[in-house]
């Protein structure tokens, strides 16, 4: 069968539709310009990280480590409807086979966070291996580094925080607003966000959150649509006591996007692959007639209940629950005639890592139906202060509870399924059925922590804090193999492994504040449960490797200025070092495997300035990174080099003007700089830097008396064609484009 390509007689009429819907969303805005009666600016402020810190509501300004976070305010501006929309605001920030239609993978500080580990919702570990939505997020929280003191497990790079939307706190506060948007691409979506208090005395609070979106973007035949609908509630017991409980329900189905490759070029002696030209980023190069899409439908929800305990402590206990179920699907484009599938002529060059110098390879029909991950913890902490001596403690104690369990089908399908080419063309047809193993794991979990806070006087502090966890973790196949003919049965507990241990992550920090400045140095632990991705080209699929520690020290120095004492300046300037065990796949006969061997340092500089006046705010925030591996043994050829796809400089800037003659309206310019990066090992080969410009508008304004916000917005204004990452994924070099040129609209309107 051909490449799917052909454009129908009901896609043009759905174009024609969504054009239309275009025009009258530019005549809307148009109108609401002209009927304009008053406008209240919107002031976006960076609320510091209250969950995710680990250390209670203590602002950023005066704490030993560097985090971020992104109000819903900033999350609305950008049109974020996922996690990489907002954190790509911050330079430590970059891609790490982020598949557009996938979900979001990305690293923090030059290291891949882990989807399993690196994510917590209401402050709880959840699973990111899923789709998820960001409507009923109040904001995202980024702790930076090393994150042993927050987390009893998790890869080094950050740690990342949905936090929810609540119930209003004020008794007369009443929320309601729906929201529309158009754009990037054709797609188009609805919100509604309700939210109040009832009761005779408002005892209970609310907040309701449903939205649809029909997903049409910017690349080709990638159509699908999600939804989602929240709710959170909340009761005020006494003055003493609350109990707050809310949960989630979403779905998302779309046609997945595979990623680009180098090609093999056929005028070099060495064999080393070239970089293909730039493209567009608007073709999906794997849809097929028969190709079906991926879905992820979550239900997820939480239950806290706090006491004041007198005295200024507190006790809180909370419990989180994640379901997730995942048709994990895509027409998978791998290295051209990798088992000699297509040419099994003897001699023939198998080609595992990359495609053919024509852009041709071979196109595998991937189908894993029905996973299901469970994921539930909870903790109970009590956290106060008190005095001894000269010095004030505040002091938390905790105790976490925690279990992830993934149950997969006996067999997936990743079968051969014809050929393929970037450039378009090719011969393919499905290949559903299934036909090898997936691997089911468990894992258990019991954290203890306890964290102290001492102020020594007012200017000095020390930070402390050590986290006990014990684990038990097994992972076993569905199925077992022939080893000749390596047709698998469904065959429960092949290839069983398990194991049992005791770990402890101390982390410690100090701060000195010198006038309007902070000074911190820190230095922390962490600990990772590293495993093989469960995928037949890895001759260890799905198994657990050893426990990974990682350390991190940072040295930083802040100002604390606040403009309300008419000081527009702010910045701050810190250095970090982290270490951590290295992963990497090496050959294992036709198969690769994935071993655990050496380390892998980054050290870096992480730099930011802001400056407002009246009308103008700039900021800019830049991260210097240098990446190095070492002690390798399996393959020491890697020592001394670079880690694939960690860009060595990363600049973010945004310039924004707010009009003084017409109230509430603000344009900005926003500017995305990624330094060259490496896209084989040996720096043979590297994927340049690149800049894109994004604009945007807002216009704040009431009609008729409702609150409405505008806001046109242009990414990639100059239609920059560029190679936006460069991962090495299951033993294979992948290149993700960036996007093209994009519109979008969007308003919303608050009654």
């Not at 917590?120 to 789709?131: D, F, K, Q, V, Y």
């Not at 000081?567 to 300037?573: A, F, V």
Request: charged share 20%; aromatic share 10%.
């Amino acid at each position: 069968m051909a490449f799917f390509s052909p454009v129908s007689r009901r896609s043009q009429d759905r174009f024609v539709f969504r054009a239309s819907r275009l025009a009258s969303a530019v005549a809307l805005l148009t109108a609401g310009l002209a009927q304009a009666q008053s406008a209240n600016e919107i002031t976006i402020t960076d609320t510091a990280p209250s969950q995710v810190s680990g250390f209670g509501d203590v602002p950023l300004s005066k704490a030993p480590f560097s985090a971020i976070s992104f109000d819903r305010q900033v999350l609305q501006d950008l049109g974020a409807q996922r996690v990489s929309d907002a954190l790509r605001l911050d330079a430590s920030v970059a891609d790490s086979y982020n598949s557009p239609a996938y979900w979001d993978m990305l690293s923090v500080r030059g290291y891949t966070l882990d989807n399993r580990y690196n994510y917590r919702r209401e402050g709880l570990p959840i699973s990111a291996e899923t789709m998820i939505g960001m409507d009923n997020k109040e904001r995202i929280e980024l702790f930076k580094g090393t994150s042993g003191i927050q987390a009893g497990t998790s890869a080094p790079g950050g740690l990342v925080n949905y936090v929810v939307k609540r119930a209003p706190s004020s008794n007369d506060e009443v929320i309601r607003s729906v929201s529309a948007s158009y754009g990037p691409g054709q797609s188009s979506s609805v919100a509604l966000d309700l939210g109040g208090r009832l009761g005779e005395t408002k005892e209970f609070g609310y907040r309701f959150n449903a939205a649809y979106e029909d997903l049409n973007p910017y690349i080709r035949n990638t159509q699908g649509h999600r939804n989602l609908i929240a709710l959170a509630m909340d009761w005020r017991i006494s003055a003493d006591s609350k109990l707050e409980w809310e949960i989630e329900k979403s779905e998302r189905q779309q046609m997945g996007v595979n990623a680009y490759s180098v090609l093999v070029n056929p005028n070099d002696p060495n064999g080393l692959p070239s970089l293909p030209a730039t493209v567009d980023g608007t073709r999906n190069i794997t849809r097929q007639s028969w190709s079906v899409p991926g879905a992820f439908a979550s239900q997820t929800g939480s239950v806290r209940f706090k006491q004041n305990l007198g005295d200024s402590w507190l006790w809180t206990t909370q419990y989180g629950g994640q379901r997730l179920k995942t048709d994990d699907r895509l027409s998978f484009a791998s290295g051209y005639n990798c088992y000699g599938v297509l040419d099994s002529t003897p001699g023939t060059t198998k080609l595992c890592d990359r495609y053919t110098s024509d852009g041709r390879f071979e196109l595998a029909d991937y189908r894993s139906n029905d996973e299901q991950r469970l994921v539930d913890a909870l903790q109970t902490e009590v956290a106060g202060q008190t005095r001894w001596g000269s010095t004030t403690h505040h002091l938390s104690m905790s105790l976490t509870r925690q279990r992830q369990l993934d149950r997969m089908p006996a067999l997936q399908a990743w079968n051969s399924a014809g050929e393929g080419s970037i450039y378009g063309g090719g011969t393919s047809q499905a290949s559903p059925i299934p036909g090898y193993p997936n691997t089911n794991k468990s894992e258990y979990s019991t954290e203890i922590a306890i964290k102290d806070r001492m102020e020594l006087n007012e200017t000095m502090a020390v930070w402390a804090g050590l986290r006990n966890t014990s684990y038990s973790r097994s992972s076993e196949q569905n199925a077992a193999c022939d080893p000749i003919t390596y047709v698998c049965t469904p065959t429960a507990g092949t290839n069983a492994f398990s194991s049992k241990g005791n770990i402890t992550t101390p982390w410690i920090g100090l701060t000195q504040q010198l006038e309007q400045h902070i000074v911190f140095l820190s230095h922390g632990q962490g600990m990772e449960l590293q495993a093989v991705p469960n995928t037949p080209s890895y001759s260890n699929a799905g198994q657990l490797l050893n426990v990974a520690r990682s350390t991190q020290t940072e040295l930083g120095i802040r100002s604390m200025n606040k403009a309300d004492q008419g000081m527009p300046w702010n910045w701050n300037l810190s250095v970090f070092q982290i270490e951590r065990p290295l992963a990497y796949d090496v050959a294992d006969g036709t198969l690769i495997k994935k071993v655990s061997d050496g380390q892998q340092i980054h050290q870096g500089i992480d730099a930011g300035v802001q400056w407002r006046s009246a009308s103008w705010s700039l900021q800019a925030q830049g991260q210097w990174l240098h990446a190095d591996i070492a002690n390798t043994t399996s393959n020491t050829g890697l020592n001394g080099q670079t880690p694939v796809n960690v860009p060595t400089m990363t600049l973010r800037a945004l310039a924004q003007y707010r009009f003084t003659e017409v109230p509430g309206l603000r344009s900005s310019l926003r500017v995305s700089h990624e330094g060259e990066r490496r896209v084989l090992e040996d720096g043979s080969v590297t994927l340049p830097a690149w800049t894109t410009v994004d604009f945007a508008t807002h216009y704040d304004t009431r009609i008729q008396g409702t609150r409405t916000q505008w806001t046109l917005a242009i990414d990639n204004l100059a239609d920059r064609h560029y190679w936006r990452e460069s991962p090495k994924q299951f033993g294979h070099y992948y290149l993700y484009p960036g996007a093209p040129r994009t519109l979008r609209l969007a308003v919303k309107a608050s009654f």
